[in-house]
């Protein structure tokens, strides 16, 4: 069994602690995750849960794409937001 979400969008909110380019980032978000143990995915078609992948398709870009850098992190020690001070490359053309 396999599910599919269609959602137009014209901003990609990219994570970056770690990573070092918006390439990297891109590459993160678009990556496979595999959904086990705890995280299993619920399956619609037989009401349990179960393990799966999920992966991101960029299908269509719109004319007009905003690119959202998430530079904020949370700390579960002080339970407040936290900066992340990491440079991320941006080059000046994306291909």
Known sequence: TSSRRVSP?????????G????RQSFKAML???E???GNQYMCGACG???????????THLPEVLSLALVRYT????T???VKLRD?????NVLD
Request: glycine share 2%; proline share 2%.
């Open 9 to 17: 969008f014209y901003e990609l909110e990219l994570q970056t602690r």
């Open 31 to 33: 990556a496979q995750e």
């Open 48 to 58: 349990s849960k179960q393990d799966a992948t999920r992966h991101v398709e960029l």
């Open 35 to 37: 959904l086990t143990g």
């Open 79 to 81: 339970f407040q937001r």
């Open 87 to 91: 440079t991320v490359l941006i080059p």
């Open 19 to 22: 990573l070092r380019d918006i």
């Open 74 to 77: 949370y700390d579960l020690k």
